[in-house]
């Protein structure tokens, strides 16, 4: 099993602004899993303290290998969403990992 974390710093500073984009790249990315067979599972969470230097939203999605993570990443509903989530994001960091 691979699973595969994203995490993101928005652009917005409000709290309004915040809280909307993060609910919109939630609802985004949860919205695949019907759509891309190969996610095993997926969740998206905000972050829920006010630690100084924490990222806003994180995403825990599990894949079967590396083959089905690559499917999901160029599936075209993927992308749709990455076009999405890139217009409310400033920054973005990724790991993948065996688990």
Known sequence: MLRH???WKLRADDVPARLQASST????LQGLVSLIPEI???TVATNSTSVPGNWDV???ADY???AALQTYID????QRVVAIVR????ERAAVDFLV
């Open 64 to 66: 079967a290998d590396e």
């Open 75 to 78: 599936h075209p509903e993927h």
């Open 58 to 60: 994180v995403l825990v």
């Open 40 to 42: 095993t599972s997926l």
């Open 5 to 7: 974390i994203v995490t």
């Open 87 to 90: 217009e409310l994001v400033k």
């Open 25 to 28: 790249i939630a609802s985004e």
